[in-house]
């Protein structure tokens, strides 16, 4: 067994390569494989590059590994600390304990959340005639929110280990969840007026587009109250704008 000298270059090297891990998805071990590539340069550098220890060492991290894809960099960064330290197999069996705790706040935090959050920002972009900035506002704004908090809390687990699940512990995920679809809500009513405004001068003056943008947040508290997802929403409040883009193209 070789000495481990943790560096940046190796953890960062480990971080990118867990990237990809959901593109060897399966259905027996789902996300392990992409476990074990991730983790791969550290056993690699602890174990040696050949002999029985390292092969010995990979299938265990080649077990069944299923979680929220962003909240897994916790996980591995917990690994990455534990393996260091001569506690590998403990390290297993406590991302076993995580797995299902980070499955469902991540899904709900991100799938839940920030996506339909930014989606609805793009949407207000392209109703007030931001042209390519929309799309851009989409894939630039959840990026820089998942990969930075993906990159945190990997870090924050390589360096403090088990530690991090308190830090993510404080952060609230599920209440941040639920402000980001109040917030959504009230984008989605904004987006009516703006567009209307924009698009449809014939309307100035009406009650009309205010009134779609009551139902449009009433619809959405209803939802939220009711535990539904806003996806329903975010597509109904996208071809609203799409037909209001549509109709106010006579107007130019």
Not at 1 to 28: C, D, K
Not at 154 to 174: S, T
Request: proline share 4%; with cysteine.
């Amino acid at each position: 067994m070789h000495t481990v000298i943790r560096h940046p270059r190796l953890e960062t090297r480990i971080f990118l390569r867990s990237l990809g891990w959901q593109a060897s998805w399966n259905y027996a071990r789902m996300q392990g494989l992409g476990l074990a590539y991730a983790i791969y340069p550290l056993l690699e550098q602890r174990y040696g590059s050949d002999g029985e220890p390292l092969r010995r060492q990979m299938k265990k991290y080649l077990g069944f590994f299923n979680t929220n894809p962003v909240m897994a960099a916790a996980v591995l960064g917990i690994l990455v600390n534990f393996e260091c330290h001569d506690r590998g197999d403990e390290g297993l069996r406590l991302a076993t304990t995580l797995n299902s705790l980070y499955g469902a706040v991540g899904d709900a935090f991100f799938w839940g959340g920030i996506k339909p959050l930014t989606a609805v920002m793009a949407l207000l972009c392209y109703v007030g005639g931001g042209g390519w900035w929309a799309p851009a506002t989409l894939l630039i704004g959840y990026n820089l929110v998942h990969l930075g908090i993906r990159w945190y809390i990997y870090q924050a687990g390589v360096h403090h280990g088990f530690e991090v699940v308190e830090l993510i512990h404080r952060w609230q995920l599920p209440r941040v969840k639920i402000a980001a679809n109040y917030l959504t809500i009230v984008l989605l009513g904004v987006m009516v007026p703006v567009a209307a405004a924009d698009r449809l001068p014939a309307l100035t003056g009406s009650l009309l587009p205010q009134l779609g943008a009551a139902g449009m947040v009433i619809g959405g508290i209803v939802l939220l109250q009711r535990k539904m997802s806003l996806l329903q929403l975010v597509l109904a409040g996208a071809l609203l704008a799409i037909i209001l883009v549509g109709i106010g193209g006579g107007y130019g």
